[in-house]
């Protein structure tokens, strides 16, 4: 059979937004999923394809060169799932690659990142000291020196880095709640406390999945921050300006569909059953 060339209404067609198409949002494992739950209570009539890098994660400890190389993967994965748009829910996944991903999809394919919430964590300390957590990598990455270089230091605020390479299989795992977790926690952010800081920015995706934990060890002392409503607010904003919004009232059963390169596909389901809210429907694959 002869090969028909597609006409100019077709390419047109093509190349036009597709608003009913759905967000792919991406994080080394179950951690963005903090994010997904923000963006699926803002936009409820969105659609989202979650891609967990379960195979791989954690991301903190690997180098950059390997971050950029699975999160180049995981995100071309997305777009050939038709995404029409992508936020990468990793702050280590997102310091080493954005730069790289808007370049190659370019101007069509919006590419929403992630960075600890440090700014408004320096805009609102009284005493001029934040606490930070978040992977390894995170920290080697360009994008939180800007804000320390560009907020932090006017301002007079000093950053605490604080890292653990444990609290991430952790939450994997769903042992936020567990006596080694709340151990790590106390080991990790006495210090922390000890110099002054009045807030905490949880600058993992993970981590605001400890925030109960860290609320009943250091509730009164520690103001704690993510990025998660933010990073919800701005992809509303980012869909609006490409026409991209759904405004159609969203019927499906699943609203995310959440995709796991990992084998343990049982066990990821059930640690996400204590993650999630009740309201928010979802549903786990393996890739
Ligand atoms: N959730 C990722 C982040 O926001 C990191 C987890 C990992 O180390 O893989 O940084």
Known sequence: MALTQPTMTETLAASLPNPNAPIGIFDSGIGGLSVAQEIAQYLPNERIIYFADTAHVPYGPRTGDEIRKLTAQAIEWLYQQGCKAVVVACNTASAFSLDYLRDHYGEHFPIIGLV?????????????????????????????????????????????????????????????????????????????????????????????????????????????????????????QILLKYNLLRNVKFTDSTQIQCYMSGEDTERVRMVIQHLMPLHVRWNVIKT
């Not at 978040?134 to 994008?143: D, E, H, N």
């Open 116 to 236: 600890p919430a440090l700014k408004p964590a320096v805009l609102h300390s009284k005493s001029k000291v934040v606490a930070v957590l978040a992977t390894p990598a995170t920290f080697r990455g360009q994008l939180i020196q800007d804000v320390v270089t560009k907020f932090a230091v006017p301002l007079g605020v000093k950053m605490l880095p604080i890292t653990s390479l444990e609290l991430v299989p952790l939450v994997e795992a769903g042992r936020q709640f567990s006596d080694e977790c709340i151990q790590i926690l106390q080991n990790i952010l006495q210090p922390a406390v000890d110099q002054g800081a009045d807030y905490l920015v949880l600058g993992c995706t993970h981590y605001p999945f400890l925030k109960p934990a860290i609320e009943q060890l250091y509730g009164s002392q520690l103001k704690l921050i993510d990025s998660g409503l933010a990073v919800a607010r701005q992809t509303a």
